[in-house]
C-alpha cells in the first residue's frame, strides 16, 4: 500500500484533473451501454414489432452517442495523460534532488545501472500505469457496473448465472499473482545488473578496445542476458500454468449466454432483443475478466518499481547537517585533524591522523599508492565522516558547519579527472556560474591550459566529450586545476594534479601556482617531489599511518621513504643515497650557489638535479 501512499502524495495536488478524468470515463461507459441497448429494441421493436419509423430516430440516437463518448472518452484520456507526465516530472525532479544529497559512500555501494533503471525505467513504469492500466480498469469498472444494473433489471437469475464464473478466475488470478510477486523482484534485479554491464562497457569502451577484450565483454553481457531470460522464463513458466485456465473460465461466460439464453428465448422468458442486449454486454462483463492475467501483471511491474523508487527516495545519505548547522561569514583556513581514524568497509584506512595547519600554509601529503592520501583530503570536505577523532576548521568541528557552507570554502580538483558534457569554458566556470570570461582566462592560464585551448577550433567554446573525451590526460587534468582556481576559495585542495603532464608543464604550472598559494591553506598530493618541496610541512603517509613529517630538508635527512623517492626521482644510486647523509652541509652549499647563479629559484626538477650533482661529486670526493 506503500506505492499508492506515495503516488497519492504527489497526485493529489491534480484533483481537479482527476476527478474530471474520471467523470469522463463515467461518460464514456455510460454511453458504450446505448449500442446494446438501441440494437435491442431495433430487433424488438423495428424488425420484430414493424415499427419502421423509429429506425432513423434510434439510428440518430446512435451516432449522437457515438460522437460524444469518443469526446468523453478522448478529455479523460488527455487529462490523465497530461496528469500523470506532471506526475512523472515532479517525481523526477524530486528523485535527483534526493540523489544531489546523498554521500559518496552511497554511491560507492550503488550501480549507476541500479540508479539510471530507477530514474528513467521505474518511474516511467509507474507513469505507465497511472495513464495506461489504472486508466483501463476504472473504464471497465464503470463499464462492468452499468453493465450489471442494466442485466439485472432485464434478468436477474441469467445476470447471476452469466457471473457465476467470476469467483473461480478471481481464484486463479491472485493464485498467479502471489506465485510470481518474488519473481518479478528477482527479475527486475536481473534487468538492474544487465543495465549495469552495459553501462560500464560504454564508459570503459576504450579500455575494453585498448585490450582487445570485446570477446570477454560480450561474454560477461551473454551470461547476465541469459540471466535476464532465465528469470523471466520462471515468471512465464507460472503464467503458462494459469493462463489457459483463466482464458477457460472466460470463454464459459459464451457458452453460458448461447446455452441458456437459447432456452430463454425457446421458453419466451427473453425476448430475441434482449439476448442481443445481453450477448453484446457480455462482451463488457468479460473484459475485466479477461484481463485479469494482464492486469495482473501490470500491477506487480506498478509494485516492483514503486518499491525501488520510494528504496531511493527514503534513504538517508550517512553525512547530514546538525540542526542549527553553522554558516561561518568568513572561513580562513586554519585545519585540524585531531586523533582521526577512518574505516571502510570494516577496514581501517586512517590512523590516528594529527594534523595541525595554520591558515596560508602549503602541505604536501606523500606516500605510496593506496596509503590513504586522498581519503585524508576527502574527509576535509565531509564526503566521509571520520570514524575516530575530529576535524576541526578554525577551531569548529566541521560536523558542526553545514555542508554547503563548508564546501564552498573548499576548491578541489580530484585526481579522478570528471570533465561535463559541455563547453571548455563551461566546465572552467562550473563552480562558479556567474564567472567573467578574464577570470576564465586568467584561471586556464595559471593551469597552463590557455594555450592548448585557444588552439582548439572554437576555443573556450569548444565542446568536449562525455567524460571531457577528446582532450589527452593531461589537458583534462589541467582544466579540472583551472575549474579548482577559478572558486578562488580559502582552501585549495590538489589531488595528484600533474601526473599525466610532463616535466615541462609541470615546471610551468608549479610555477604559476606559487602566487595563487598565497594567503590560501593547500594541500598538495602529489608522488613527485618537484610538487611538495616548496610545502611548509610534508606528511608521508604509509599504510594509513603518518610515518614521517617535516620540510623538505628535514625530510631528506632522515632515511625514510620521502628520502628514498627523492633519490630515485633525482637518478641517484643506491650508494650515493648513503652518501648523501654525510654531505647535507654540503646540499646547502650548493643550493646557494645555484640560488646565486639562477637568482630565481623555480623549484623545478631539473634545478633539483643539479643540485644533487653537485653534493654527489662531493659525496665521492669524501669517501
Not at 448461447?258 to 454486454?281: H, P
Not at 564546501?407 to 570533465?419: E, P, W
Request: glycine content about 8%; some cysteine.
Amino acid at each position: 500500500m506503500r506505492v499508492f501512499k506515495f503516488c497519492w502524495g504527489y497526485l493529489k495536488k491534480y484533483k481537479l484533473q482527476i476527478v474530471l478524468t474520471f467523470l469522463f470515463l463515467m461518460l464514456n461507459s455510460l454511453l458504450a451501454m446505448v449500442s446494446p441497448y438501441i440494437s435491442g429494441l431495433i430487433v424488438d421493436d423495428v424488425i420484430t414489432a414493424g415499427k419502421h419509423e423509429l429506425l432513423f430516430r434510434l439510428l440518430a440516437i446512435l451516432i449522437s452517442c457515438v460522437l460524444l463518448k469518443s469526446l468523453a472518452r478522448y478529455l479523460a484520456l488527455m487529462l490523465i495523460e497530461k496528469t500523470s507526465q506532471d506526475f512523472l516530472f515532479d517525481v523526477r525532479n524530486d528523485v535527483y534532488s534526493k540523489m544531489q544529497n546523498m554521500d559518496f559512500s552511497y554511491f560507492d555501494r550503488t550501480k549507476t545501472g541500479d540508479i539510471m533503471t530507477r530514474i528513467s525505467g521505474d518511474l516511467q513504469v509507474i507513469r505507465q500505469f497511472i495513464a495506461g492500466s489504472a486508466t483501463v480498469v476504472f473504464e471497465s469498472m464503470f463499464s462492468f457496473t452499468f453493465a450489471i444494473i442494466i442485466l439485472t433489471r432485464m434478468n436477474l437469475m441469467f445476470t447471476l448465472l452469466l457471473l457465476s464464473v467470476t469467483p473461480f478466475i478471481g481464484y486463479f488470478t491472485f493464485s498467479m499473482t502471489n506465485k510470481t510477486k518474488h519473481l518479478k523482484f528477482d527479475w527486475h534485479e536481473q534487468v538492474t545488473r544487465l543495465n549495469s554491464v552495459v553501462q560500464e562497457n560504454i564508459s570503459g569502451n576504450r579500455v575494453v578496445r585498448a585490450f582487445a577484450n570485446e570477446d570477454y565483454e560480450i561474454e560477461k553481457f551473454s551470461k547476465e542476458n541469459e540471466g535476464y531470460k532465465r528469470e523471466y522464463n520462471r515468471w512465464v513458466d507460472i503464467w503458462k500454468k494459469y493462463l489457459p485456465i483463466i482464458n477457460f473460465l472466460g470463454g464459459m461466460m459464451t457458452v453460458i449466454i448461447v446455452l441458456v439464453g437459447g432456452l430463454l428465448v425457446i421458453y419466451e422468458k427473453l425476448s430475441y432483443g434482449e439476448l442481443v442486449i445481453f450477448t453484446s454486454l457480455s462482451g463488457t462483463l468479460s473484459v475485466p475478466i479477461n484481463m485479469a492475467n494482464w492486469l495482473s501483471d501490470q500491477v506487480q511491474k506498478f509494485f516492483t518499481s514503486g518499491e525501488k523508487v520510494i528504496e531511493l527516495m527514503i534513504a538517508e545519505p550517512r553525512i547530514q547537517d546538525k540542526e542549527g548547522a553553522l554558516e561561518p561569514e568568513k572561513i580562513h583556513g586554519q585545519v585540524e585533524f585531531r586523533n582521526v581514524s577512518f574505516s571502510y568497509n570494516g577496514e581501517k584506512v586512517l590512523k590516528n591522523i594529527n594534523i595541525f595547519v595554520k591558515p596560508g600554509q602549503t602541505i604536501g601529503i606523500m606516500g605510496p599508492t593506496g596509503s590513504g592520501k586522498s581519503t585524508l583530503v576527502s574527509l576535509i570536505g565531509r564526503f566521509y565522516d571520520c570514524t575516530e577523532g575530529e576535524i576541526l576548521i578554525d577551531g569548529i568541528n566541521i560536523k558542526n558547519i553545514s555542508k554547503k557552507t563548508l564546501r564552498k570554502n573548499i576548491a578541489i580538483a580530484m585526481q579522478d579527472t570528471f570533465l561535463f558534457s559541455d563547453t571548455i569554458e563551461g566546465n572552467i566556470a562550473y563552480g562558479v556560474p556567474d564567472a567573467d570570461f578574464e577570470s576564465i582566462k586568467n584561471s586556464a592560464t595559471v593551469a597552463d591550459a590557455h594555450e592548448f585551448i585557444v588552439k582548439m577550433p572554437e576555443g573556450y567554446d569548444t565542446i568536449v566529450g562525455e567524460r571531457g573525451v577528446g582532450l589527452s590526460g593531461g589537458q583534462r587534468q589541467r582544466v579540472s586545476l583551472a575549474r579548482a582556481l577559478i572558486k578562488d576559495a580559502p582552501i585549495l585542495i590538489l589531488d595528484d594534479i600533474t601526473s599525466s603532464v610532463d616535466v615541462e608543464t609541470e615546471q610551468k604550472i608549479q610555477a604559476a601556482l606559487k602566487e595563487v598559494y598565497k594567503g590560501k591553506t593547500t594541500f598538495i598530493i602529489s608522488h613527485r617531489i618537484s610538487a611538495v618541496r616548496n610545502a611548509d610541512m610534508i606528511y608521508v603517509l604509509e599504510n594509513g599511518r603518518i610515518t614521517e613529517q617535516g620540510t623538505h630538508e628535514e625530510l631528506l635527512k632522515n632515511d625514510g621513504y620521502y628520502k628514498s623517492v627523492f633519490m630515485i626521482q633525482s637518478g641517484q644510486s643506491a650508494e650515493q643515497s648513503k652518501t648523501l647523509s654525510k654531505v647535507q652541509a654540503g646540499e646547502k652549499i650548493a643550493g646557494k650557489q645555484t640560488e646565486e647563479g639562477n637568482k630565481e629559484e623555480t623549484g623545478t626538477q631539473i634545478e633539483e638535479q643539479a643540485v644533487v650533482q653537485t653534493v654527489a661529486k662531493k659525496a665521492k670526493a669524501a669517501v
